[in-house]
């Protein structure tokens, strides 16, 4: 066993801010941003990719955080559950309808949640119960009984249409160009 | 203010991402821990050779049993009983022996995680495995193997209680109805596991704790007792926890002690984080009961007693007493009149890890038995179950009910109101149980199998000892409210700020409410047995009316008027008709403090406007400075809340599978401070007793070999397997206490197993199954089906 691997050059955006950092090629890309970026926002629920709440978005898609390096994240766009709001007086329209809706309690599970359906609202702007329920499948909550959860997508859902210049949350969508 | 369905004070800063959770906290410098955990069920330690371990660059210490000396010590028995005559705890490295697989035998820390879990690997143990017991029924045979070897038999207690005069009623029974009931072991499984942050400062001397767990100032005494410091040079901190559902309530897990004997050994802060394997081999597990029941039954249906024998799988270790039992046999009873009532348990030592309080804490266990009970009747006599149910209740009129036994706290188990009735025929009307035999007949001859199922509860909550409150008014009009137990999702934050809101008249959203923090708050116990909002809330209403009292004292002095004469509305004591003569609680905040400088122009405004010539001194003798006040809460008994749950399910005969197409809750804990928050409380805890009923299940193998130690294994519901959940209330107010409620945190989950056995076996009855034990997987359902036929 090598104590000290070698590290790893890796350059990343994250909600719109460039990152570059030398980093363990075993690094999970979660740890990564907890405890390098301070992104402490994305929880760490089960470490095998099951709860869900480590979910992230990349360049878009959400990913788990926990299955993933941080080197295989070089060159990727990210956003977490921290670059979601449009600005620290306002909610981004998911979060919005979450709290309307008391789909959260302990908030433990919910950045991933958020991570999720922002995306799945993105690609399926009203979706039926089915759907909604279907989606969240990936994610773990011990608190909620799902109930409140499925309601404040289907809000989230109606709040969007009703002003899609909310949609796109963070500056973090947009891929990095290619050094 | 109380019973508005606002939304939470709390859900902006967890919405951004913003919340602080203990693995959140990263003090500069801060190093890693794991644990080695014993890979065996049970096994005699030789010789622990770590000097690879600790000769690993990164590597800070390699701590085993010899390093901690007289500080490996047993845990405390946290709760002890007269019964319990052979209780065992853990120490916080296993020293000599392992009994179960998790214990932890060597703590490592070092640089970061990896390089910690590096070294774990690098330990070379040498361990003589020994004879396992994972069966507690075996465990208590003859010949079984010894999980403690000074223990006889594994028997940890025998409490034998009796009410009224059993053998008689027995004699005189129409029918006498036998049955075994099994329940396997489960747990909590907060999706946030548990962790510690330590961090040390030698030159104020302070030991500063963060821990996930619900009982923040019992740790923080029982550090200060261990490491031999002064107590208020210890801070226990629990700051937001990612669910608790009990599993949390267990203190010292062993890194509760280890990670702060690190920090100051090493003098840098230590964190430790539990992982998913580590939360589902190693923190505490509950349910896990087999139970022997009789009962003796008039032909009318009605019970005229009950005798039930029970085992308790207890694990390795009983740190929490025997306090699931004590509920399990208290609450069993439930909402019927049993007059005549002899139950014993056994407690069972086995090589698995301890058990301690799960969400219904004893009560799933004693709801599934009773309740299969009334099955029984129901099916010996040809009645509906609801029917006799109905023949069987306490009446409104009947209370306080005096079950005849002493409650897990000590106290009386007295039921101080209801009205258990009503509550079904609500709970059958919402479910539409009177068109449903027909609905059921007609799928059958479609060849469809649908099944109603109900299932009613007692639970006692808001138990003692105490918990007090501090309200203080900031000179900006805003409210700060610390208490000292937790809130690991509950929405204290909000329900205890609309207490205050309600007695201050202002704004739920203008009070800061702090919980878990030592710091801020020095006395209480913690939160557990659905005590919170029972115990704090009534602890910061007190508090909150002095504040008013007070606020309406020194304004009809400023003001000079009489108090009578003073409201308090929007966060201002004014005069009553006389529009503009008013003063802000803000305002009486500044004036209330008197001291030499004021700060900001309003603060001078009011001190020159309000601060008159006096002739002594500013705070009369026995007056304290500012508008706070302290408050406490001791209630004289548990307060006794109750539900009756309705599901309609469709049975699949050839899968096996199981669909919920109803589910129908009647819940009552008296007053509701925020039904909003209330119903979410009950969501949560209808699928953690669905997910008990049908999913999760702790497996052991015959080694005592854990099986399910990852998410892939331990089954907990998603959104695809949670049902719509439909609530009605009925409110009836506690007497007990000044805000009338009563607890609804583990209600959700107690009934769950019992309404999904009756459910499954009245879809089933054409195919003659009965259940007898709980969870129900697919293939058990079919073992059961093919069984019968």
């Known amino acids: 066993m090598s104590p000290t691997p070698a590290l790893v050059s890796v350059r990343l955006r994250v909600n719109g801010r460039e990152y570059t950092a030398e980093v363990p090629p075993r690094l999970l890309l979660s740890d990564f941003l907890r405890y390098r970026l301070g992104l402490t926002g994305t929880h760490v629920g089960c470490e095998h990719g099951v709860c869900g709440a480590r979910t992230i978005q990349l360049d878009g898609a959400p990913v788990r955080s926990c299955l993933m390096l941080a080197v295989q994240a070089d060159r990727a766009a990210l956003t977490t559950v921290e670059g979601l709001a449009p600005g620290p007086d306002r909610l981004h329209p998911v979060q919005e309808a979450f709290r309307l809706e008391h789909g959260l309690q302990c908030g433990f599970c919910t950045p991933g949640i958020l991570m999720t359906v922002t995306a799945f609202l993105h690609e399926h702007p009203s979706p039926s119960e089915a759907e909604i329920r279907r989606e969240l499948a990936g994610h773990l909550c011990r608190c909620t009984g799902y109930q409140n959860i499925v309601r404040a997508v289907r809000r989230a859902s109606l709040l969007l249409a009703a002003d899609p210049g909310r949609a796109t949350a963070g500056a973090g969508r947009d891929p990095v160009s290619s050094p | 203010m109380i019973g508005a369905r606002i939304p939470r004070n709390e859900d902006p800063r967890l919405l951004r991402g913003l919340g602080c959770f203990v693995d959140d906290v990263n003090p500069a410098g801060v190093l890693h821990a794991a644990c080695l955990r014993s890979p065996h069920a049970h096994a005699r330690l030789g010789s622990i050779e770590a000097s690879r371990a600790r000769a690993l660059p990164g590597v800070q210490l390699v701590v085993t049993a010899a390093d901690l000396g007289e500080l490996n010590e047993p845990g405390p028995l946290l709760i002890p009983h007269p019964t319990l005559t052979h209780p065992r705890t853990q120490r916080p490295l296993a020293l000599d022996e392992v009994r179960y697989v998790g214990e932890t035998v060597a703590f490592v820390v070092a640089d970061d995680r990896y390089v910690a879990e590096d070294a774990v690997d690098l330990i070379v143990v040498d361990y003589e495995p020994l004879p396992v017991v994972t069966d507690a029924e ?31 009623a027995f004699r005189q029974a129409a029918h006498v109805l036998r049955e075994r009931l099994v329940i396997e072991r489960s747990c909590g499984s907060p999706i946030e596991g548990r962790g510690v942050v330590a961090e040390h400062d030698p030159r104020t001397g302070v030991l500063r704790v963060w821990t996930s767990t619900q009982a923040p100032l019992p740790i923080k005494n029982g550090l200060a007792r261990m490491f031999g410091l002064p107590e208020f040079q210890v801070e226990v901190i629990a700051p937001d926890v990612g669910g608790g559902f009990g599993t949390k309530i267990m203190l010292f897990y062993p890194e509760e002690i280890l990670v702060p004997w690190a920090t100051m050994r090493l003098g840098r802060p230590v964190k430790w984080t539990e992982d998913r394997r580590e939360h589902l081999i190693a923190a505490n597990q509950e349910r896990g009961q087999i139970h022997d029941v009789e009962a003796a039954v008039d032909g009318d249906g009605r019970i005229l007693a009950l005798r039930d024998h029970f085992i308790h799988d207890t694990g390795a270790y009983t740190p929490y007493g025997i306090v699931v039992p004590i509920i399990t046999a208290t609450q069993l009873p439930g909402p019927y009149r049993l007059r005549n009532y002899e139950v014993e348990f056994e407690v069972a030592y086995t090589n698995k890890v301890a058990v301690s309080p799960y969400r219904g804490a004893g009560r799933p266990h004693g709801a599934f038995v009773m309740e299969r009970v009334i099955g029984l009747i129901a099916h010996q006599l040809g009645l509906e179950p609801a029917e006799v149910r109905r023949r069987n209740f306490i009446q409104p009129d009947e209370f306080p009910w005096d079950v005849g036994l002493t409650f897990q706290d000590g106290g009386p188990t007295r039921y101080d109101s209801g009205n258990y009735p009503a509550g079904l025929e609500m709970a059958l009307e919402h479910a539409g149980f009177a068109t449903f035999r027909a609905r059921q007949a007609e799928a059958r001859n479609q060849g469809r199998y649908l099944g109603v199922g109900m299932g009613c509860y007692v639970e006692g909550t808001g138990i003692g000892p105490y918990e007090g409150a501090h309200v203080r008014v900031e000179p900006s009009g805003r409210v700060f409210v610390a208490t000292g137990l937790t809130t690991q999702g ?18 739920a959203s203008a009070v800061t409410v702090v919980t878990g923090d030592t710091r801020k708050f020095n006395w209480g116990a913690g939160t557990y047995a659905s005590r919170a909002l029972v115990t704090s809330g009534n602890a910061i209403h007190a508090a909150a009316q002095q504040v008013r009292a007070k606020a309406l004292r020194l304004a009809s002095e400023l003001l000079e008027v009489s108090p009578a004469d003073l409201e308090l509305v929007d966060g201002r ?28 122009k309003e603060a001078a405004d009011a001190a020159l406007r309000l601060v008159k010539p006096r002739a002594g001194a500013v705070l009369a003798e026995g007056e304290a400075p500012g508008l706070e006040a302290f408050g406490y809460y001791a209630p004289p008994h548990s307060t006794f809340a109750s539900g009756c749950h309705v599901a309609i399910v469709e049975v699949d005969p050839v899968t096996g599978n199981v669909t919920l197409l109803r589910y129908v809750v009647q819940h009552d804990c008296g007053t509701m401070v925020n039904p909003t928050v209330v119903e979410g409380q009950i969501q949560g805890g209808v699928a953690q007793g669905i997910g008990g009923a049908l999913y999760e299940k702790i497996v052991y193998d015959e080694a005592g070999q854990p099986l399910t130690s990852t998410y892939m294994d331990f089954l907990m519901p998603t959104a695809m397997e949670i049902p719509e959940i439909e609530i009605v209330h009925l409110e009836t107010p506690s007497p007990l206490n000044p805000l009338g409620i009563k607890g609804v945190g583990e209600a959700g989950a107690i009934p769950g197993p019992a309404v999904l056995a009756e459910a499954i076996e009245d879809a089933l009855r054409p195919l003659g199954v009965r259940i007898r034990e709980m969870p129900l997987s697919p293939n058990r359902i079919r073992e059961l089906i093919e069984q019968a036929q």
């Open chain 2, 138 to 168: 075996r465990a208590l045979s003859a010949g079984a193997p010894l999980v403690h070897g000074n223990v006889p038999a594994n028997r940890a207690a025998r409490f034998p209680q009796r009410v009224g005069d059993p053998d008689h």
């Open chain 2, 490 to 507: 509950q929405g204290h934050g909000t329900t205890f700020a609309q207490i205050v809101a309600e007695t201050l008249a202002c704004e």
């Open chain 2, 573 to 600: 004591v004014r005069v009553k008709g006389a529009p503009g003569k008013e003063l802000t609680l803000g305002a009486l905040a500044t004036v209330a403090n008197p001291i030499r400088y004021a700060y900001g």
